[in-house]
């Protein structure tokens, strides 16, 4: 099941497992980009704005050593953080020094929210009242377009988009020439967000999902109907939560920085028909009782059109 990949609109394909770098601490994150690579992962994911760039950057140059992986061979993707949005090319070469590579694979743009790049915080302003510093003067789509002159440079072989709704991509997709190649949402049985899933495939867009877990704690190992789903086929409830979107036809982020649990995390499974009729009822059942979770939200006083948040 690793060995899975999905084809991006580009021609290129995305393997299905990632490894995710948020909230990896110092010292920790470089060991674990390089033991994932050992252990056969070839998809990396990671952001300016996790500020462990450098660290993933020697966990790549460790790893394309000592497990001999060539750089074409392990798709690496980063992501525009919101202060940057007129700055585009300057934030990807930030990011392509400290990760120590000519070019990344995907480049995302991390939250269609425009900030003031003047402010008084280099990755997140505020205004004098405490609310967040924003640039109401510049457009997320200015910001895609700036980000489609990437594609000439060579820097980035695809881009795309973070954390849009259906009411941002239908904003986004009329007024630019290059589809994106994938919409990274947080995506579980808690949060389907079947209408993005459904939108992005009819229009081509792949779907990366992250907090698979249901993020802090993995709550959703204690969800009844995928702890019904795991003790059916005899594997973890970690097993069963990455092994749905691969049944969903997206990509998946898993992110640890212990060795055992990378490796776990690489057995994944084909989830039957049965197996998603279960997690798909039990997302169902959420949605009629209005209990839908989406366990990140940044506090930007932006409405990003989701319908549990607008």
């Known amino acids: ?13 995305i393997p299905a497992l990632g490894l995710g770098t948020w909230q ?40 394309f050593k000592s497990a001999q992986v060539k750089r074409e061979d392990v798709f690496v993707t980063t992501k525009l953080w919101c202060t940057y949005h007129t700055r585009v090319e300057e934030n990807l070469d930030q990011s392509l020094k400290s990760l120590g590579l000519d070019y990344v694979d995907l480049y995302l743009m ?18 004098p009242d405490g609310s967040r510093d924003l640039d109401k003067s510049w457009s997320h789509i200015q910001t895609y377009k700036e980000m489609e002159k990437l594609l000439k440079t060579g820097k980035a072989k695809a881009i795309g988009v973070c954390n849009y709704s259906l009411r941002y991509l239908e904003e986004l997709l ?29 229009k081509g867009v792949h779907i990366t999902a992250y907090s698979p ?49 990378i490796d776990d995390n690489r057995n994944l499974i084909n989830l039957d028909a049965e197996d998603m009729k279960i997690l798909n009822q039990y997302s169902q059942e959420l949605a009629a009782k209005g209990e839908l979770k989406r366990y990140v939200y940044p506090s930007f006083g932006v409405d990003f059109g989701f319908p549990d948040k607008s």
């Open 110 to 127: 991390h939250w269609p929210c425009p900030m003031n790049s003047k402010g008084n915080d280099p990755k997140f302003p505020k205004l």
């Open 1 to 13: 099941m690793t060995d899975i990949e999905f084809k991006l609109n580009t021609g290129a394909s």
């Open 213 to 261: 877990l249901g993020s802090f704690g993995s709550p959703l190992f204690k969800a009844e109907p995928v702890l019904e789903v795991a003790k059916k086929r005899s594997v973890s409830a970690s097993t069963v939560l990455l092994s749905y979107h691969i049944a969903r036809g997206s990509s998946v982020l898993a992110k640890s920085v212990t060795p055992s649990r």
């Open 174 to 202: 009329p007024q630019i020439s290059v589809i994106p190649a994938v919409n990274q949402i947080e995506n579980h049985p808690s949060l389907p967000q079947q209408e993005i899933v459904d939108y992005c495939k009819a």
């Open 24 to 63: 990896s601490g110092p010292g920790e994150v470089a060991k674990a980009v390089s033991h994932a690579l050992s252990a056969g992962y070839r998809h990396i994911d990671c952001a300016y704005i996790y500020s462990n760039e450098d660290e993933v950057g020697q966990g790549l140059a460790e790893g």
